[in-house]
């Protein structure tokens, strides 16, 4: 009886040590989900605040207020309404090239102006000071982005590599086109042979760099980066853009040069017009795609769309300016095997065709901006001026060749509308730079 009495007992303890066993492990089980669900939580806290850590020492100590100072915080909080104040070194660090869309769309406003056909005394006056605005705002622009490389070395390479901002740097070459004929719109005397020189000389250099730069952005991006069509966006349209400006940049300046240099200048224009178009179309069926595919843009990128507004419109533009500034010596000559006249009418036909598409494409950018308006500024709002300065510079010459006063007319109360739209993006443009919404840490468009 001792025997089994001792056993009985020896199971009983058993049974009781499997018994703390268990509610130790069922503690520290307890414990650990608690202190993970903390940690879940208090991620989750954060990514819903969208707190942004520098480093990792600013994640392990977040500070809850930021005083002002010039030494760039350790930790930003990029979505909050009162972000810290930054100095100049912190903030030029985030210059990008989508700057010169301003001197672009000013350059284009400049352009308008000078071809309304329904002018008034004083309105040249006021596109002069246009231009001499632009070219202010253009070597501001060029001065900042410099200091930024200046202060930061290597951001310039990594500008040129960045996904999304090495698509702005056509932007540059555009603004420089645009002073170029604005000067021979403004500045340049008939009788000055010098500077009608400077600017041939100037139109064959940029040509040059535009098509460089073309072949070769494109290529950086085939080579390197790898692009889903549901992350489709306009501005890959942006490197062919400089080539496709060389249309409407022969048309200005062939007006003026002697029929010698005319000839090639036109047809250099045509055919980089040409180049510029048919890449456009191919990108135009990656657009479709994606929109078919994907749907609309976020609405703070949708302003973006007017970008494909710009491609048909500027091919118009261009096609009508550089049939009329053919020399009429050309149609003595046995070198061409249409006369001037032919060729004025297949290009005014050419542009209504175009005409329509760019008024599709400015219909559906339009209605996809006011389903869902922008909440913050962005630098991609100047994509609602410049393509726009082209649709209706096309309109103007297509009202101007066919006659027709009522299109005339139409076309000034779209520059009118135009003019507000540049007013109340450059009142939200300094709006954002002082508040900071733009130039500042992850809200440009190097992020």
């Known amino acids: 009886m001792a025997d089994a009495a001792g056993r009985e007992f020896g199971k009983m303890a058993n049974r009781r040590s499997q018994h703390s066993e268990f509610v130790s492990d069922s503690t520290d089980t307890t414990r650990r989900n608690s ?32 005083p002002p100072q010039d030494n760039p915080p350790t930790y930003i909080n990029t979505g909050e309404p009162k972000r810290p104040r930054l100095g100049f070194r912190q903030r030029i660090h985030h ?11 000013t350059g284009g406003l400049s352009l308008l102006v000078f071809a309304e056909p329904n002018s008034f005394d004083g309105l040249k ?30 951001e310039l390479t990594k500008s ?27 500045a340049t005397a008939s009788d000055d042979s010098n500077l009608l020189w400077g600017i041939q000389a100037a139109f064959w250099v940029y040509l040059t760099v535009s098509v460089l730069l073309a072949i070769g952005q494109y290529s950086f991006a085939f080579a390197v980066h790898t692009y889903t069509l549901e992350t489709m966006m306009p501005s890959w349209i942006l490197p062919i853009f400089p080539i496709m400006i060389i249309g409407t940049f022969a048309s200005v300046i062939a007006r003026t040069q002697p029929d010698p240099s005319a000839i090639p200048i036109l047809i250099a224009g045509l055919t980089c017009q040409g180049l510029g178009f048919s890449i456009a179309v191919l990108m135009y069926a990656h657009m479709v795609g994606r929109l078919m595919a994907a749907g609309l843009p976020n609405r703070e990128q949708r302003p973006g ?25 050309i149609s003595n000559t046995d070198t061409l095997f249409l006369d001037t006249g032919t060729i004025r009418t297949m290009a005014i036909l050419s542009a209504i065709f175009l005409w329509a598409l760019s008024f599709w494409w400015f219909g559906i950018a339009f209605i996809a901006v006011i389903q869902a308006p922008p909440e913050f500024f962005h630098l991609s709002w100047w994509a609602m001026v410049f393509p ?23 076309a000034t109360g779209m520059s ?12 939200h443009l300094i709006r954002a730079v002082i508040v900071q919404e733009i130039i500042y840490p992850g809200r440009d468009e190097d992020v």
């Open 35 to 66: 202190v993970a669900s903390n940690v879940y939580h208090s991620n989750d806290k954060q990514k819903s605040q969208r707190i942004d850590f520098v480093n990792a020492s600013s994640a392990a100590n977040p500070q809850p207020s930021y």
């Open 95 to 105: 210059f990008t090239w989508a700057w010169f869309t301003f001197p672009m769309s």
């Open 125 to 154: 006056s006021i596109g002069f000071l246009i231009y001499i605005l632009n070219i202010i705002i253009f070597a501001a622009a060029t001065i900042l982005i410099a200091t930024r490389f200046f202060l930061y070395p290597g």
């Open 160 to 186: 040129m590599k960045h996904p999304l901002e090495g698509f702005f740097i056509p932007t540059f070459l555009i603004s420089i086109a645009l002073i170029i004929t604005s000067t021979q719109r403004y």
């Open 305 to 329: 769309l007017f970008i494909c507004v710009g491609p048909p419109a500027f091919t118009a533009l261009a096609l009508i300016g550089m049939a009329d500034s053919l020399p009429k010596s």
């Open 388 to 410: 726009n300065t082209g649709f209706i510079l096309a309109t103007i010459s297509i009202s101007t060749e066919i006659g027709s006063v009522g299109i005339s007319w139409l």
């Open 416 to 427: 009118v509308v135009l003019l507000l739209a540049f007013l109340f993006i450059l009142y």
